[in-house]
């Protein structure tokens, strides 16, 4: 006799699931077996019961299989109001939709670039990560904020992300047509710590003019203004372009945007590793017809080695299939290409470098 426990047998009649089952008994050997006899309508009734208990557990077991072969992936980006947060956002929703199920893909806050590498050596296998791939260098130094850890070695390239493009914006009517003009002229560089503030005060020391620009130390939400207002001359700013800043600005006032002569460049990217060769394309911004050649820091999306092989190939092949789609909902995806990979510095997961050689993308030997 059964207790009632999981496993155990069930007497004829009892329940399961809250199907009550009908009493059924055959005759063997010509010998009764206490069971009473069934009629046709029971015996329905007893296969539309099993079919339902089956289906039931069918839909139940599909369920789980789904479960199991969903792989969740965490990705970890800046603070909610930064440019990568967003980015992030937006490559994990395309990287899921190409996905077809087989991924879900969850975007958490997090203290930035910086963070997102010291916490690299101890995140779970199917981590991602944004960063500029001068700070994974620098771990790897075991320079300050980062303390010495083997396990920064482990840390691999995916794909990159729209980098943040240093915009040098002045007034057409400031009389300001190269960087070292701006010697004498008041000049927003932006938030004090920003990118665009520490490139251009590097770039402003290279040109020997550190010393006779006015630098304005404004919010960078009043800065706008001050440059429609012709309270200044021009500011600074780092994004992926277009940047909606300054597209608001180009469009009250004529601009112009200020690029960087050959010997400017080679100085500057001598003195900073953090920064990278960048071209604005003509027509970015209105009133801008020409390219403009600046510096931008570079970033892309991170793991490390402990993802596996098939997964760090199905996330690049998928971040490469949905680019046009991406670049429809944010122009910023526009300028990612296949050029930009060098600039990852970083050597590629196993999966993802199996991706771009099935693609025949050239990839830098260092980066194998």
């Known amino acids: ?73 965490v990705v970890r980006a800046g603070k909610a109001e930064s440019p990568n947060y967003t980015l ?29 590498v010291i916490d ?30 083997p396990g920064y070695y482990d840390i691999r390239s995916l794909f990159p992300i729209p980098f943040q ?12 047509h190269t960087l070292a003009d701006l010697a004498g002229h008041s000049f927003v560089p932006g938030t004090k710590g920003s990118i665009s503030e520490r490139v251009t005060a590097a770039v402003l020391q290279v040109l020997g003019i550190e010393k006779k620009v006015q630098l304005i130390d404004i919010d960078v939400g009043a800065a706008p203004a001050a440059v429609m207002d012709n309270r200044v001359s021009g500011l600074a700013v780092a994004g992926s372009f277009p940047i909606p800043m300054v597209t608001q600005i180009a469009s009250a006032t004529p601009v112009s945007l200020l690029g960087l002569q050959p010997p400017e460049l080679k100085k500057i990217l001598a003195a900073d590793d953090s920064i990278v060769a960048e071209t604005i394309p003509g027509a970015t911004y209105p009133s801008v017809d020409g390219e403009v050649t600046t510096v931008a820091v570079p970033a892309g ?10 997964t760090a ?39 993802a470098l199996r991706y771009y050689d099935e693609a025949k993308i050239a990839v830098p030997t260092a980066m194998r």
């Open 301 to 310: 999306a991170y793991t490390t080695t402990r993802m596996s092989a098939a």
């Open 313 to 351: 190939y199905a996330l690049t092949k998928a971040l490469w299939s949905q680019l046009p789609a991406l670049a429809k909902r944010n122009p910023a995806w526009r300028a990612v290409a296949a050029s930009a990979i060098p600039a990852l510095g970083i050597k590629l997961h196993a999966g």
């Open 1 to 73: 006799m059964g207790s009632g426990k999981a496993g155990s047998s069930r007497l004829p009649g009892a329940r399961r699931g809250g199907i009550a089952w009908p009493r059924m008994g055959i005759a063997q050997n010509g010998e009764p077996n206490g069971w009473r006899g069934v009629s046709a309508k029971g015996v329905l009734r007893a296969a539309a019961c099993l079919a339902v208990l089956c289906s039931v557990d069918l839909c139940d077991a599909a369920a789980i299989e789904a479960k199991e072969s969903t792989t969740s992936v």
């Open 120 to 149: 690299a050596p101890k995140s779970g296998a199917n981590t991602v990560f944004t960063a500029a791939p001068s700070f994974i260098r620098q771990a790897r130094r075991g320079a300050k904020p980062f303390a010495k850890n």
């Open 165 to 176: 493009t240093v915009h040098w914006v002045v007034r057409q009517d400031s009389g300001v």
């Open 88 to 116: 992030a956002r937006q490559f994990s929703a395309a990287l899921a939709l190409a996905g077809n199920g087989a991924f879900t893909l969850e975007v958490r806050e997090s203290q930035g670039s910086v963070q997102n």
